[in-house]
Nanobody, 120 residues
Framework: QVQLVESGGGLVQPGGSLRLSCAASGRIFSINAMGWYRQAPGRQRELVAVATNGGSTTYADSVKGRFTISRDNAKNTVYLQMNSLKPEDTAVYYC??????????????WGQGTQVTVSS
């Protein structure tokens, strides 16, 4: 009933930039938190950044000062602007959202993942 569609991943050189987008669609009544996670080869999935509906943001220490999360609530979309990218940022990035569906309850959804590769 609800889908998260991601875009914006790709291959960049160290020091480069990318912007990821994630749009939620379907029988949406409201959305609370939206965020980004990533999983590198041989590593566990970790939280990168999260933004609440009220405007609060939180970042992992490893990306603070380089990444910026933002939301367009009218479009049910969350963005992740990634600057000064490092090879250790290479991972599959996943969008995540807490969504209340119309005529139903709250559920947690994941996007399909988008590959970000930082290499020279």
């Amino acid at each position: 009933q609800v889908q998260l569609v991601e875009s914006g991943g790709g291959l960049v050189q160290p020091g480069g930039s990318l912007r990821l987008s994630c749009a939620a669609s379907g029988r949406i009544f409201s959305i609370n938190a939206m965020g980004w996670y990533r999983q590198a080869p041989g590593r566990q999935r970790e939280l990168v950044a999260v933004a609440t509906n009220g405007g609060s943001t939180t970042y992992a220490d490893s990306v603070k000062g380089r990444f910026t999360i933002s939301r367009d609530n009218a479009k049910n979309t969350v963005y992740l602007q990634m600057n000064s990218l490092k090879p250790e940022d290479t991972a599959v990035y996943y969008c995540n959202a807490d969504i209340r569906e119309r005529f139903s309850s709250w559920y947690n959804y994941w996007g399909q993942g988008t590959q970000v590769t930082v290499s020279s």
